[in-house]
């Protein structure tokens, strides 16, 4: 994470630089493109490995209350739409050519960055929703397993790692629309050149 924030600091500071030729534009707007590839990347990552490792132990253990099969279900499925946006958003990234006509490319630029902004509102809400709803399904049929201190704990935890990701998440989404504004404005500088 820190050093995607450090690509970004440097990126900025290029970009007030405000380089005149078009080969400098093009090679900035490159980096740009990159390091949202990048942020997909990752987020795909990080999607699919906790999809992985709560697959494999909800395979592990027998639910037998029905509320706690819905509440696993909740919680894969939201992983898996969100897992699914992350990787239209990664397609349509990789859509956006810089070296083709510069009217289509801004074209895809601003679809990218209208639909990026979309996922960002109720999609990203419904999913985190879902998710804290399925969690918090499996409660009635783990607590009959797991004593009351580390129910607590378990919750608690919950809520502090969801509360730490949910400031993260804000801040990603942040830089990327930054990101994304700051990619669409060196293209139309492009088309100025």
Do not use: C
């Amino acid at each position: 994470m820190e050093n995607l924030e450090t690509q970004w600091k440097a990126a900025r500071q290029a970009i007030s630089i405000s380089p005149s030729k078009p080969d400098e534009l093009i090679q900035l707007a490159t980096r740009r493109k990159k390091t949202l590839l990048y942020f997909h990347f990752g987020n795909i990552i990080i999607f699919t490995v906790t999809l992985v490792i709560l697959s494999l132990f909800f395979n592990s253990v027998v639910l037998k209350e029905r509320i706690s099969i819905i509440g696993m279900f909740l919680m894969l499925s939201s992983l898996s739409v969100r897992l699914l946006i992350e990787i239209i958003s990664t397609i349509k990234s990789k859509k956006i050519q810089l070296l083709s006509s510069t009217s289509a490319a801004t074209d895809r630029a601003l679809s990218f960055y209208s639909f990026r902004k979309k996922v960002h509102g109720t999609p990203t809400i419904t999913t985190v929703v879902v998710y804290i709803m399925g969690f918090y399904l499996l409660s009635p049929e783990f607590s009959q397993h797991i004593g009351l201190k580390w129910m607590i704990m378990m919750h608690v935890s919950f809520l502090l790692a969801a509360l730490v990701l949910i400031t993260q998440a804000k801040k990603g989404m942040k830089r990327e629309m930054d990101a994304l504004k700051s990619l669409i404005d060196l293209k139309k500088e492009m088309n100025t050149d």
